[in-house]
């Protein structure tokens, strides 16, 4: 199992916090910093900034972790731009980068980034293979000529042409909650990032088995990525797990209101929970929905651990998995030497 850590946690960017643990906050200090304690891969998201510049300014003070968007939103670009950036950020890192895309919901498309919404899986598909068509014409020469369904692009000439680079073309991965989407990762892309929302039961059940239906799953095998999905505690102060845990039970029931992650709660026999939920949100009764998570139901997506017992209890509880991010609080609590330490036994055996 690899072992990675965000490098874009919004907390790390406090000026307030001056923990000697994280310092300095550059983020090119912090990423070597965590190559160092044995971190395999450095994740970047798209919540309150950019997924791509911190992943560029890490490239610079790292040679083996792999770097990857966790994730990059898709439909708020053209193919075009993401190819472009892709592209630069594989050639500066030598080929360490690993394009991690989301659909996102129509609210956020439509509302947020005022793009237009189109029919997520088969928009995703052409995105992909769009992607995959450009690198080829840079790379190989192929003539550039994309018709399909949402993106038509057919002109490339040699002054906007970046060439060839040395490395391969750039993993994709896919974030996905239900099946059509983890069928298409394992179709098409290298990889599938499991979302928070996740149990194993759901994952192993319902999400794996589309997936090792797809040609490019088969073609990989067990380099085919999949992250863990879930939720992680790690720490040895109750009072903090018993925050987080409060607050992790406010997150599994925003999800659960929402009808397109139904799927999850009905594995579970959860459909009634899940109905009132949404009915909470309808009304904005947002303070009553997290006692509908009982401790049971946020146990199966969530895994609360002591230092000790984390390795063995994250192997046991994701066994599915061959990336596992931990979160970035470990550090803060257990200081440098004991997080290399549970990260070496964590990677090991």
Same mark, same amino acid.
């Given at each position: 199992?690899?072992? /990675?850590?965000?490098?874009?946690?919004?907390?790390?960017?406090?000026?307030?916090?001056?923990?000697?643990?994280?310092?300095?906050?550059?983020?090119?200090?912090?990423?070597?910093?965590? #190559?160092?304690?044995?971190?395999?891969?450095?994740?970047?998201?798209?919540?309150?900034?950019?997924?791509?510049?911190?992943?560029?300014?890490?490239?610079?003070?790292?040679?083996?972790?792999?770097?990857?968007?966790?994730?990059?939103? !898709?439909?708020?670009?053209?193919?075009? +731009?993401? !190819?472009?950036?892709?592209?630069?950020?594989?050639?500066?890192?030598?080929?360490?980068?690993?394009?991690?895309?989301?659909?996102?919901?129509?609210?956020?498309?439509?509302?947020?980034?005022?793009?237009?919404?189109?029919?997520?899986?088969?928009?995703?598909?052409?995105?992909?293979?769009?992607?995959?068509?450009?690198?080829?014409?840079?790379?190989? /020469?192929?003539?550039?000529?994309?018709?399909?369904?949402?993106?038509?692009?057919?002109?490339?000439?040699?002054?906007?042409?970046?060439?060839?680079?040395?490395?391969?073309?750039?993993?994709?991965?896919?974030?996905?909650?239900?099946?059509?989407?983890?069928?298409?990762?394992?179709?098409?892309?290298?990889?599938?990032?499991?979302?928070?929302?996740?149990?194993?039961?759901?994952?192993?059940?319902?999400?794996?088995? #589309?997936?090792?239906?797809?040609?490019?799953?088969?073609?990989?095998?067990?380099?085919?990525?999949?992250?863990?999905?879930?939720?992680?505690?790690?720490?040895?102060?109750?009072?903090?797990?018993?925050?987080?845990?409060?607050?992790?039970?406010?997150?599994?029931?925003?999800? !659960?209101?929402?009808?397109?992650?139904?799927?999850?709660? #009905?594995?579970?026999?959860? #459909?009634?929970? !899940?109905?009132?939920?949404?009915?909470?949100?309808?009304?904005?009764?947002?303070?009553? =929905?997290?006692?509908?998570?009982?401790?049971?139901?946020? +146990?199966?997506?969530?895994?609360?651990?002591?230092?000790?017992?984390?390795?063995?209890?994250?192997?046991?509880?994701?066994?599915?998995?061959?990336?596992?991010?931990?979160?970035?609080?470990?550090?803060?609590?257990?200081?440098?030497?004991?997080?290399?330490?549970?990260?070496?036994? =964590?990677?090991?055996?």
């Amino acid at each position: 199992m690899k072992i /990675g850590i965000n490098i874009s946690d919004s907390r790390l960017f406090d000026e307030n916090n001056s923990s000697d643990i994280v310092l300095p906050h550059k983020i090119s200090a912090r990423s070597k910093l965590f #190559e160092s304690i044995g971190f395999d891969f450095l994740t970047s998201n798209e919540t309150k900034a950019n997924p791509f510049v911190p992943l560029s300014i890490g490239s610079e003070s790292t040679t083996t972790s792999e770097l990857i968007s966790s994730i990059a939103l !898709a439909f708020v670009r053209s193919p075009m +731009d993401l !190819a472009y950036i892709s592209w630069d950020l594989q050639r500066i890192s030598n080929g360490r980068f690993v394009l991690g895309l989301g659909s996102q919901v129509r609210g956020h498309v439509v509302r947020r980034f005022s793009g237009e919404w189109h029919p997520p899986i088969s928009r995703m598909r052409e995105y992909i293979e769009s992607l995959t068509k450009i690198w080829n014409c840079w790379q190989n /020469g192929d003539k550039l000529n994309i018709k399909g369904d949402y993106y038509n692009i057919d002109l490339m000439t040699p002054f906007f042409n970046p060439g060839p680079i040395s490395n391969e073309f750039p993993k994709i991965i896919l974030a996905a909650v239900n099946t059509n989407m983890s069928k298409l990762s394992g179709e098409l892309s290298d990889g599938i990032i499991l979302h928070g929302f996740s149990t194993k039961k759901y994952v192993q059940k319902v999400l794996l088995p #589309e997936i090792e239906k797809g040609k490019k799953y088969k073609q990989l095998k067990d380099e085919f990525i999949i992250t863990s999905g879930g939720f992680v505690i790690i720490s040895d102060n109750e009072k903090n797990i018993q925050s987080k845990i409060e607050q992790i039970r406010s997150q599994v029931a925003f999800y !659960a209101s929402t009808k397109s992650y139904r799927k999850v709660m #009905e594995i579970h026999g959860w #459909e009634n929970i !899940a109905d009132q939920l949404y009915r909470y949100s309808v009304d904005g009764k947002w303070d009553k =929905m997290p006692s509908l998570i009982t401790d049971d139901v946020l +146990d199966e997506f969530l895994l609360v651990s002591s230092l000790k017992e984390a390795p063995k209890k994250i192997k046991s509880k994701f066994n599915y998995a061959n990336y596992l991010s931990i979160p970035i609080d470990v550090i803060y609590e257990f200081g440098i030497d004991q997080t290399k330490n549970l990260v070496n036994k =964590m990677k090991s055996g």
